[in-house]
């Protein structure tokens, strides 16, 4: 059963990403880039997190007067 699956998902993969080179450059670029944004907005949400209240944003109040 799961290798039938694993087998015609392949085999869709196969046909509609794969089996020419335009379908399969634009597939490997689009995923590269929704790759990178995942990655980029992930990682700074991590940063924010770890460095609340040390980032000048934060500490900017204490020294510059609006």
């Not at 335009?22 to 997190?49: E, H, L, P, Q, R």
Request: aromatic share 22%.
């Amino acid at each position: 059963m799961v290798s039938g699956f694993v087998k015609s998902l392949s085999s869709f993969a196969y046909r509609n990403f794969f089996k020419k080179e335009s379908t399969y450059f634009t597939t490997i670029v689009a995923t590269g880039v929704v790759f990178s944004i995942g990655f980029n907005s992930m990682f700074d949400k991590y940063w924010d997190k770890k460095t609340a209240g040390t980032k000048w944003e934060d500490i900017k109040g204490r020294y510059v007067e609006n």
